[in-house]
């Protein structure tokens, strides 16, 4: 299954048009590997997706073709969520 495609369905990302936009822009990697949005995605791949001061590590469990919102959830682990601290605050 293409990222992009995964990502949307997934509801990692709401808008496969943006799931596309920061994997062309070198922001998410499979398995250590910078990934572009046509990049193919199978279960057990560890993807780390970085947002803007977040940096999220999932393994994908399983891909569905459709799914629904309850389901959605099941297509990966959260392996870890990291937030960048903003210096600005102190």
Do not use: C, P, W
């Amino acid at each position: 299954m293409r990222l992009d495609k995964f990502l949307k369905i997934s509801r990692i990302i709401k808008r496969r048009t943006v799931a596309k936009d920061i994997a062309n822009q070198g922001r998410i990697t499979i398995n250590d590997r910078v990934a572009k949005s046509s990049s193919n995605v199978n279960s057990n791949d560890v993807l780390v997706i970085k947002f803007g001061n977040k940096t999220l590590k999932l393994q994908v469990n399983q891909l569905f073709e459709t799914t629904k919102k309850a389901d959605a959830d099941r297509m990966y682990t959260v392996l870890d969520e990291q937030y960048e601290r903003d210096f600005r605050e102190e």
